[in-house]
């Protein structure tokens, strides 16, 4: 990944979204007019997702500023990006956004503020075990996003999904490229070995 980290957004999916909420407004309809409603899951999975974006975007750029690799920088720019696409989705349904104004590093779902410090505390360690963090923060974006997958049927919500896993993919072999380059390894933690070497491959 490297240098080509903005260039592989799916910019087009990110217009698609922005279309789709001007169009429809904050909330949607079906044919009768009756608003559309998201489960509960559904709901829960956008709150959990919209904040485990920002989670990489606000450790990547304290892990970036700490130890000056440019990869951390690049990759907060698309995280921030993954975050607004569920943002706008968050509003078309008129579900609560628990990442509105909290600022960085602070959490809503206390899950993922304790991740944030356990991955700040592995991150100081040395630059190495920095990247290591990124590829674990791609690889459990993955995973939580294959839950979150698996608990709708909404072409708008698939769509977003999709996006962000593709990007996380991309996120991850760039992780696992400087890893690598350092000497060092990693191995899955939340994702199978098989889905780990599928995401290292790519579209190719």
Do not use: C
Not at 1 to 14: L, Q, S
Not at 91 to 118: H, I, N
Not at 120 to 131: I, M, N, Q, R, Y
Not at 165 to 187: C, E, N, P, T
């Amino acid at each position: 990944m490297g240098k080509k980290v903005g260039a592989n957004v799916t910019y087009a999916v990110i217009v698609v979204l922005l279309s789709i909420v001007l169009v429809l407004g904050p909330t949607v309809a079906d044919a009768t007019g009756s608003a559309v409603k998201l489960t509960v899951a559904e709901m829960a999975n956008l709150r959990f997702i919209r904040e485990e974006e920002k989670l990489a975007r606000d450790i990547y750029n304290v892990l970036g500023e700490m130890w000056g690799l440019k990869i951390f920088i690049k990759i907060a720019e698309s995280e921030q990006r993954h975050t607004d696409a569920v943002r706008l989705v968050i509003e078309k349904y008129g579900v609560s956004d628990p990442a509105k104004a909290t600022p960085p590093a602070v959490f809503v779902d206390k899950r993922l503020q304790e991740l944030y410090l356990v991955l700040l505390s592995e991150g100081k360690a040395s630059s190495l075990e920095a990247l290591k963090v990124g590829a674990l923060t791609e690889e459990k974006d993955i995973s939580d996003i294959n839950r979150a997958v698996g608990q709708t049927n909404r072409p708008d919500l698939l769509e977003l999904y999709a996006y962000l896993k593709d990007g996380s993919s991309v996120h991850l072999r760039g992780f696992m490229a400087q890893i690598r380059a350092a000497g060092g390894d990693y191995s899955p933690q939340f994702i199978s070995q098989e889905e780990f070497d599928v995401a290292m491959r790519g579209s190719k």
